[in-house]
């Protein structure tokens, strides 16, 4: 399993999720749309990868909002309690990012917090009449519970907290070469950060005392995914100097003569128009 991933790696094809069609908002055994935020400004981004397997905290909130205040310290909590056990909580609000960041000066978010543009709140929330509002997503995918994170989440947490299933072996092995690759290359734009994802690929590349070969190749990927076409052939071609089994040269040969063609395409492109 682990070595038909690193084969595949950074050619992976992320898949966006589909929400679901009801009228109203998430109902229990829906199925988890898919978060996509603008930007992540408290803890690591929250991808379709990281939290595969996971229970997942999806909550609405915002800094104006008393209720909101009064339950962050109660997430932190549970973020603290959780975290090791495979839960990840993020908080979601539609705030302007210095408001937000001002705010978790003066009170701390231990969790992910994002800002989302509308999509993400817009699909969670339909029908719902105000926050803070949560949904616990079990580790299939799927609406467990939805409610004021105060009023007998607590429980929700802990019942599947301690179940096991889905994909969480693989989930909770999920490295920074595999989290930066998710991060770069997502079919869904709204999740694509290249700057966390080139400093992930990077520290993969550093943790593997820098003689992994695929996780250079995911560095070579993000560069492209940046359009920095010749530091991903550079990069690209001492991967394949570092690549050890016949897979791994394959697919590094053909990623640098890859970048190669683009770098040559894109240097005079007349299709380059709107």
């Keep these: 399993m682990r070595s038909r991933m690193r084969r595949n790696l950074w050619l992976a094809v992320a898949v966006a999720l589909l929400a679901p069609a009801s009228a109203l908002a998430l109902g229990v055994g829906d199925a988890m749309p898919p978060i996509a935020v603008k930007k992540w400004v408290a803890n690591t981004p929250v ?21 909101c205040r009064q339950s962050i310290p109660h997430l932190n909590k549970l973020h603290d309690e959780y975290a090791k056990k ?6 979601i609000t539609q705030e302007e990012e210095a408001t937000v960041t001002n705010f978790i000066k003066t009170l701390p978010m231990k ?50 907290a301690a179940e096991k299933g889905g994909a969480g072996a693989s989930a909770d092995s999920e ?50 995914e940046m359009g920095h ?27 640098a003569a890859f970048y190669k063609k683009e770098l040559e395409r894109r240097r005079d492109d007349p299709a380059a128009k709107f």
Aim: charged residues 20%; neutral net charge; aromatic residues 6%.
């Design 229 to 255: 076409l010749p530091t991903a052939v550079k990069a690209a071609e001492a991967a394949l100097k570092l690549a050890t089994t016949d897979d791994e040269k394959t697919a590094l040969e053909a990623a």
């Design 111 to 160: 969790y992910h917090v994002g800002i989302d543009a509308g999509p993400t709140s817009a699909v969670y929330m339909k029908g719902v009449g105000g926050i803070p509002h949560a949904f616990v997503i079990n580790r299939k995918g799927k609406v467990a519970w939805a409610g004021h994170p105060m009023d007998g989440m607590d429980a929700v947490i802990a019942k599947l």
């Design 47 to 67: 991808t379709a990868s990281t939290t595969r397997g996971k229970v997942v905290v999806v909550e609405f909130w915002a800094t104006w909002c008393p209720p």
């Design 86 to 91: 495979g839960v990840v909580i993020c908080g």
């Design 175 to 224: 490295t920074p070469t595999e989290s930066a690759l998710e991060l770069s290359t997502s079919a869904d734009l709204g999740t694509r950060d290249l700057a966390a994802a080139l400093e992930l690929a990077r520290k993969g590349f550093d943790k593997s005392g820098k003689k992994d070969a695929t996780a250079l190749g995911v560095v070579a990927r993000v560069h492209y």
